[in-house]
């Protein structure tokens, strides 16, 4: 079941707020992206976060 832009720009945020505190990034970053942000999507585009996806419901 694809996610809808809501779920998405959560998971990106809650990725984001854990590169921000230090959590390790999965994936080779360029050296000049430093936005938790940016890196987060890059994971997330890339089909790399490290976070469970659990839908409940329909």
């Known amino acids: 079941m694809p ?3 809501f779920e998405k720009a959560r998971i990106i945020g809650a990725r984001a ?3 921000s505190m ?3 990034v999965v994936i ?3 050296s000049n992206m430093i936005d ?5 999507m890059l994971e997330y585009d890339n089909g790399f976060v490290p976070i469970t996806i659990r839908k409940i419901g329909k």
């Open 3 to 5: 996610l809808t832009k």
């Open 17 to 19: 707020l854990q590169i």
């Open 22 to 24: 230090g959590a390790p």
């Open 28 to 30: 080779d970053v360029p």
């Open 36 to 40: 938790p942000v940016d890196i987060a």
